[in-house]
């Protein structure tokens, strides 16, 4: 009640302090976010990407997890045309791509910039072809059977022809495929070339008789990591997502 030193506690006010402070404390603690440490934590996390992004992002996450989080799962699913809606609502927690366009609560980190080049047989013709500086003439590859990589755009894939970009068509299309890690058989013993992202050949060459073609023309894009607004402000994700970033640096 208010009295001539200002406002003060009635007996039924004071009475009731404690609870009142109490109930203040529950709620504080309510919304306190707990503190996350990540040897301690159990979390599966789901993310979207194409094998593209499970080699060269998720591979080395995976292996520092297992060092500093070792309670973390990572599982890998798919991109299709529900992922950002299964982002948004949960079923999945973070997703790997060059999507540019995302609507409103979506947020994105680009991670590196990423260029094409050309994945060979070792001993393929077009090596003794290259320019001077090691580069891949785009013309002369255009003779040999190229593969195609598929990626997931909306809900269907689509052929990625970096020839054809580039204003050199090849002259024969072998094959088609949404899988990037299966070229190293795919090239054996023929004479077929693959265009695909440079980080990524460049382990698939370390890890098979194949050689990898820098190619001198304008092909970088992003690649990117995507989050929803849903756990923007979680600091289990927020530490994950800053690992992911510091590891492809």
Same mark, same amino acid.
């Given at each position: 009640m208010r009295g001539c030193h200002g406002n003060t506690l009635t007996p039924r006010?004071?009475?009731?302090?404690? #609870?009142?402070? /109490?109930?203040?404390?529950?709620?504080s603690s309510l919304f306190e976010q707990e503190v996350f440490e990540p040897s301690n934590t159990k979390?599966?996390?789901?993310?979207?990407?194409?094998?593209?992004?499970?080699?060269?992002?998720? #591979?080395?996450?995976?292996q #520092?997890?297992?060092?500093?989080a070792p309670g973390i799962t990572v599982e890998i699913a798919p991109w299709g045309d529900?992922? !950002?809606?299964?982002? /948004?609502?949960?079923?999945?927690?973070?997703?790997l791509d060059v999507e540019s366009h995302l609507p409103e609560n979506f947020h994105f980190r680009a991670l590196f910039k990423e260029k094409y080049a050309c994945l060979v047989r070792q001993g393929h013709p077009l090596l003794k072809t290259l320019r001077r500086d090691g580069s891949l003439n785009p013309g002369l590859a255009s003779a040999y059977p190229?593969?195609?990589?598929? +990626?997931?755009?909306?809900?269907?894939? /689509?052929g990625d022809d970096v020839l054809a970009r580039l204003g050199h068509p090849a002259k024969?299309?072998?094959?088609?495929?949404? +899988?990037?890690?299966?070229?190293?058989l795919l090239l054996a013993n023929t004479d077929d070339l693959i265009f695909l992202p440079s980080r990524l050949g460049q382990t698939l060459a370390q890890s098979a008789p194949l050689s990898l @073609?820098?190619?001198? #023309?304008?092909?970088?894009?992003? +690649?990117? !990591? @995507?989050?929803? /607004?849903?756990?923007?402000?979680?600091a289990g994700f927020g530490w !994950?997502?800053?690992? @992911? +970033?510091? !590891?492809?640096?």
């Open positions: 006010g004071e009475s009731l302090r404690p #609870a009142v402070g /109490e109930a203040l404390d529950a709620i979390l599966s996390v789901r993310v979207a990407s194409t094998d593209h992004g499970a080699t060269v992002v998720l #591979a080395p996450l995976v #520092a997890l297992a060092t500093l529900q992922t !950002l809606s299964d982002l /948004e609502t949960g079923r999945l927690d973070l997703a190229q593969i195609v990589l598929l +990626y997931p755009v909306g809900n269907r894939p /689509e024969r299309i072998a094959l088609k495929t949404p +899988y990037f890690t299966s070229a190293p @073609i820098p190619l001198h #023309a304008d092909t970088a894009f992003d +690649y990117r !990591l @995507i989050w929803h /607004e849903r756990t923007q402000k979680d !994950l997502r800053d690992q @992911i +970033y510091r !590891l492809v640096q």
